[in-house]
């Protein structure tokens, strides 16, 4: 059943609004201003445009954050760091396996004696490359298990 109140076309609460192409039919007098709601409206019913609006379910989004989308887009990309171990004449060669296999994550048996075997005999090898923050650690952990160790930026193409 529609009704009319000042002019304006009402509808009923079983009425399916249905606007046809081109139609201008404003939702509110004045422009949205709460755009941090998201409302989700289900119709049920059976058969052909009959059917009832169900209670809307609100999605609050998190105040100050606009999606997902816009945080991976606008999140920097931290510079690779390299993590390089050096040759030194204290260590022994199974230990320094041993340290590189316990310190970074990981780390295969195979990969550890290739490290070790590169930085004994060039002097230094590259052990691991990621984030600025986590390459400090690996070399902390290095330098606290004996080991000579740096970082440098691995700006060149890695």
């Given at each position: ?52 609006l169900e ?37 022994k060669r ?7 296999m316990k ?56």
């Amino acid at each position: 059943m529609e009704t009319t109140i000042r002019g304006r076309l009402t509808l009923s609460p079983n009425t399916v609004f249905n606007p046809k192409p081109g139609e201008k039919q404003p939702c509110c007098r004045r422009p949205c201003t709460n755009r941090g709601i998201l409302m989700a409206i289900s119709i049920t019913g059976s058969g052909k445009g009959a059917g009832t609006l169900e209670k809307p379910v609100i999605e609050q989004t998190t105040p100050g954050r606009e999606s997902e989308f816009d945080l991976k887009k606008s999140r920097k990309v931290a510079p690779p760091y390299r993590v390089i171990l050096h040759n030194d004449n204290f260590n022994k060669r199974e230990y320094v396996v041993q340290v590189l296999m316990k310190v970074i994550p990981g780390m295969t048996v195979d990969n550890a004696v290739n490290i070790m075997q590169e930085a004994h005999y060039n002097g230094l090898a590259v052990v691991i490359i990621c984030a600025q923050a986590d390459a400090e650690e690996h070399c902390m952990q290095l330098r606290g298990n004996g080991l000579l160790s740096s970082i440098e930026p691995a700006s060149d193409g890695c």
